[in-house]
C-alpha cells in the first residue's frame, strides 16, 4: 500500500527554466510534508517542507505548494540549475498534533530523478 | 561537525548468514531511524529509537530483524538468515528529537548485497 507516490521516475529540464516535481498521497492524517534531495551515494538531505495549514511555502529557488483537497502535493525548482540534478524523494508524516509511537516516522515516495541540462 | 554515519558502506553476504550495520548519529541527537530503500523503491521505514527504546517497531518486515541503541547513541541493525530480498540500501538518520519539527540527517547508508 503506497501512501505517498510520485509517479514520474524521470524529469529532464533545461537550465534556467523551471522544474516541476509531483506527490500524491493518500493517508488523510499525514499533516507534515517534506522534499527530500539525494545525490549518488550519500543520504537524502532536507530541503523544504510545508505543514497541511498552508499551502505554499517558498525558500529560494524552491517552492512547495500544497493542496489538500486534491491529496497533491508539487516542488518547483525556478530556474533550475545543473547542480540541482539528483533523485527528489517526497515524504509525509502524521507526526504533528498526534502523539503515539509514530511521532517523527516519514513515509516516502519513491523518488523522481531530475536532471537539468546545461 | 561530524554527521551520521554508518558501516560499512557496502556488504556483500550469502543467503543464510546474519549481518549488522553500524549507525553512528550525530551527537547529541535522542532520535534515530532506520530506513531501507529497495531497487526502484522508496524509503521504508523499519524502526525508531528514543534514546534506547525503540517505541516504534512497525516497519520491521519479519522477526528476523532485530535493532539495538546503547548509550543513546551507536544504532545495530542486525538481520539474521539473510535472504536475497533484503537486498537494499539500510539508512539510518538521527534528528535532536523525535517528532516531524526536527530534521532528520541521514547517513550515505549500507549497500547489503545477498547472493
Known amino acids: 500500500d503506497q501512501q505517498v507516490k510520485q509517479n514520474s521516475p524521470s524529469l529532464s529540464v533545461q537550465e534556467g527554466r523551471i522544474s516541476i516535481l509531483n506527490c500524491d498521497y493518500t493517508n488523510s492524517m499525514f499533516d507534515y510534508f517534506l522534499w527530500y534531495k539525494k545525490y549518488p551515494a550519500e543520504g537524502p538531505t532536507f530541503l523544504i517542507s510545508?505543514?497541511?495549514?498552508?499551502d505554499k511555502n517558498e525558500d529560494g529557488r524552491f517552492t512547495v505548494f500544497l493542496n489538500k483537497s486534491a491529496k497533491h502535493l508539487s516542488l518547483h525548482i525556478v530556474p533550475s540549475q545543473p547542480g540541482d540534478s539528483a533523485v527528489y524523494f517526497c515524504a509525509a508524516s502524521a507526526g504533528r498534533g498526534h502523539g503515539g509511537t509514530s511521532y517523527g516516522k516519514l513515509t516516502f515516495g519513491q523518488g523522481t530523478i531530475l536532471t537539468v541540462h546545461p | 561537525g561530524a554527521g551520521v554515519s554508518q558501516s560499512p558502506s557496502n556488504k556483500v553476504t550469502e543467503k543464510g548468514k546474519d549481518v549488522e550495520l553500524r549507525c553512528d548519529p550525530i551527537?547529541?541527537?535522542?532520535?534515530l531511524y532506520w530506513y531501507r530503500q529497495s531497487l526502484g523503491q522508496g524509503l521504508e521505514f523499519l524502526i525508531y529509537f528514543q534514546g534506547n527504546s525503540a517505541p516504534d517497531k512497525s516497519g520491521l518486515p519479519s522477526d528476523r530483524f532485530s535493532a539495538e541503541r546503547t548509550g543513546g547513541s551507536v544504532s545495530t541493525l542486525t538481520i539474521q538468515r539473510t535472504q536475497q530480498e533484503d537486498s537494499a540500501v539500510y539508512l539510518c538518520?538521527?534528528?535532536?528529537?523525535?517528532?516531524?519539527?526536527?530534521?532528520?540527517?541521514f547517513g550515505p547508508g549500507t549497500r547489503l548485497t545477498v547472493t
Open positions: 538518520a538521527s534528528s535532536l528529537l523525535a517528532g516531524t519539527s526536527y530534521e532528520q540527517y
Open positions: 510545508i505543514s497541511s495549514i498552508k
Open positions: 551527537s547529541g541527537h535522542t532520535a
